[in-house]
Every structure is written in C-alpha cells, then in structure tokens.
C-alpha cells in the first residue's frame, strides 16, 4: 500500500497559508479503498468560524460532518483548510451550512452525508442546522 498519494497537495505541507475565500477546489480527495461496503466516516470541526453579515460579528459553532463514501474520502487537512477559509466571510448560518453541505457532496459524491452546525448562542438563543443527502 502507497504511503504517499500525489495528488494531495495540502498534507505534509506545512508553508501551506489558510485561504481567505472559500472554494470547493481546496477539498481533495483520496480513494475510498473499501467501497464494498457502507461505513460511515465522522469528522467534527469544533472551533468553525464565519461572520454575521448583518453586524460583522462572528458566530462560533460546531460542526459535525458524518458521510457514508462512495470512490473518494476527503482529506482531513484539506477540509479543515476549507472551514477555516469560512472566517473572513459575511453569511447567514443557514446559507453557509448549505453551501458545505453541496460542495461536499459535489466533491465526493457519498452515499449519504449529514451535516450539523451547533452555533454558540448569541443573544440568548442557540441555532442548530442539520442539512442531509439524498
């Protein structure tokens, strides 16, 4: 088994600079090698991070991302560069939640996937997103 797959990029880079704009280019993707079979994968991403484009404020949240794959896996540090590329970023929680959501699916084509965002309260009140696919 290669321990090296030459078209990630991002691991085992370590000059790589966080981007400032979000595009699902920056997700890369390795071969599911057991794609006989259904198991889930389940990445959380605890300190996710965009602004409020109303008050330029940020909203902290949680996000929880479990897919099943098909042929591709994401890289983890590759989507960790993508989520933090959110943070300069003017967007309702809703919106980018979707926007993740379809450019995951978009870039790895799962089985099935499910997305959670559990934001930090804000004004006494807790938003929570779940989006699904299919």
Do not use: W
Not at 60 to 81: A, W
Not at 98 to 119: G, S
């Amino acid at each position: 088994m290669p321990s090296h797959n030459s078209s990630l990029n991002l691991l085992g880079n370590s000059a790589s600079k966080l981007p400032q704009v979000p595009d699902k280019n920056i997700l890369e993707t390795f071969p599911n090698r057991n794609s006989q079979r259904d198991y889930e994968i389940t990445l959380t991403c605890p300190e996710f991070t965009v602004l409020c484009p109303v008050t330029g404020q940020p909203d902290f949240g949680t996000l929880t991302l479990r897919y099943i794959p098909d042929q591709h896996c994401v890289e983890t540090k590759s989507l960790k560069f993508y989520l933090a590329s959110f943070r300069s970023q003017h967007a309702f929680g809703e919106d980018v939640i979707n926007r993740i959501a379809d450019d995951l699916v978009n870039v790895l084509a799962p089985r099935q996937l499910y997305l959670h965002a559990e934001y930090t309260p804000r004004g006494g009140i807790s938003l929570s997103i779940m989006v699904t696919h299919p």
